[in-house]
């Protein structure tokens, strides 16, 4: 089956340090993977995804993903947090059918 | 252009009644996936739509769920008997390859 594991429920890191949200995956076969971000009483809005290609990823708001077929890991990451950068992350993971399936979710804190 | 968009974005609605979401997917999309988001359950996948036709409808937690899609647009996801537990909030999504964008989404509560 088909799963996603977002292992922290929330990461507290200081504005401008580096940030990194994790995600790991379940998938047979070649994965398509995506990072997703929500503001309060918002959708969901796109960041990046990895079809193929290059193993380091770069999207939206500066934001950027490295995947790792060993470590069937695909974190997101960000050299410099903003305190908009506060939301709840999702990764997904496109299983059957194109349907997503998403982690449970990370709650990003970034403090002044 | 536009995006996604899906209504009412709030209803509130009485334990039995009946409710229909609409979602109007991005021009062009052929793809429409609904998707449900509550507290215990996390995001979970309801139905998807390619064309007018449905070939994933695994998701749809009971048959007092139904949605269609008519001319490759439009797509109305209807709940009958409401339940408390069907308090949610309900996602829409289109694609046309593999991105798949999300509306705002419509917040379900039954009281």
């Known amino acids: 089956a088909q799963s996603v594991a977002q292992p922290e429920d929330q990461v507290n890191v200081a504005e401008g340090n580096p940030l990194t949200v994790k995600c790991t995956y379940s998938?047979?076969?070649?994965?398509?993977l995506f990072w997703y971000v929500q503001y309060p009483n918002r959708g969901l809005q796109f960041l990046l995804k990895?079809?193929?290609?290059?193993?380091l990823v770069k999207g939206s708001y500066g934001f950027e993903a490295e995947f790792n077929k060993s470590q069937t890991s695909f974190h997101l990451k960000k050299p410099s947090a903003l305190v908009s950068d506060s939301a709840l992350y999702f990764c997904?993971?496109?299983?059957?059918?194109?349907?997503?399936?998403f982690g449970t979710g990370t709650r990003l804190q970034v403090f002044p | 252009g536009a995006g996604v968009s899906q209504s009412p974005s709030n209803k509130v609605t009485e334990k039995g009644k009946d409710v229909e979401l609409r979602c109007d997917p991005i021009?062009?999309?052929?793809?429409l996936y609904w998707y449900r988001q509550s507290l215990g359950q996390g995001l979970e996948f309801l139905i998807y739509?390619?064309?007018?036709?449905?070939?994933?409808k695994s998701g749809l937690p009971s048959d007092r769920f139904s949605a269609e899609r008519t001319g490759g647009s439009v797509s109305t996801l209807t709940i009958q008997r409401t339940q408390q537990e069907d308090s949610a909030v309900y996602l829409c999504?289109?694609?046309?390859?593999?991105?798949?964008?999300f509306g705002p989404g419509t917040r379900l509560l039954v009281l």
């Open positions: 021009s062009g999309h052929t793809a």
């Open positions: 990895y079809i193929t290609g290059d193993n």
């Open positions: 997904a993971v496109r299983g059957y059918t194109d349907k997503l399936i």
């Open positions: 739509f390619q064309g007018n036709s449905a070939p994933d």
């Open positions: 998938v047979s076969g070649n994965p398509y």
């Open positions: 999504a289109s694609s046309y390859v593999e991105t798949q964008y």
